[in-house]
C-alpha cells in the first residue's frame, strides 16, 4: 500500500501564489515519476506536471512560466509552487506517484485532492 497526502490548497486572489505539497508513505522501493494532475467542476482530470525519477520535468501549455515543480533530492515528497494564478486554475489538484513497491509489483497512487480556488 502506498499512500499520498497532499496539502497547501486554499483560497487566493487574481495573481496570488500557492505551494502545494504531497507526500508518499507506505510499501515503496522506489519512485519512477511524480506529478501534480487537476480536475474542474465538469471537466475532465488533466495533467498540470510531472517529475520524472531523473528531474526531468514535462508542464502543462497554460501552467509554463507560471508553475514549478519540484522533488528535492528525488525523496518521497513532490512540491507544486504556483504563482500569477488566474481563475482558471481553479480546481482540486491531485498529487499522482507511480514506482515499484517492496513487494516487488508496480504501483500508481492518488491522493485524496486538495481544493485550490482562485478569486477574480
Known amino acids: 500500500q502506498v499512500q499520498l497526502v497532499e496539502s497547501g490548497g486554499g483560497l487566493v486572489q487574481t495573481g496570488g501564489s500557492l505551494r502545494l505539497s504531497c507526500a508518499a508513505s507506505?510499501?515503496?522501493?522506489?519512485?519512477?515519476?511524480m506529478g501534480w494532475y487537476r480536475q474542474a467542476p465538469g471537466k475532465q482530470r488533466e495533467l498540470v506536471a510531472v517529475i520524472s525519477s531523473g528531474g526531468s520535468t514535462n508542464y502543462a501549455d497554460s501552467v509554463k512560466g507560471r508553475f514549478t515543480i519540484s522533488r528535492p533530492n528525488a525523496k518521497n515528497t513532490v512540491y507544486l509552487q504556483m504563482n500569477s494564478l488566474k481563475p482558471e486554475d481553479t480546481a482540486v489538484y491531485y498529487c499522482?506517484?507511480?514506482?515499484?513497491?517492496?513487494?516487488?509489483?508496480?504501483?500508481?497512487?492518488w491522493g485524496q485532492g486538495t481544493q485550490v480556488t482562485v478569486s477574480s
Open positions: 507506505g510499501s515503496i522501493l522506489s519512485i519512477n515519476g
Open positions: 499522482n506517484a507511480y514506482g515499484r513497491s517492496w513487494f516487488g509489483n508496480d504501483f500508481g497512487s
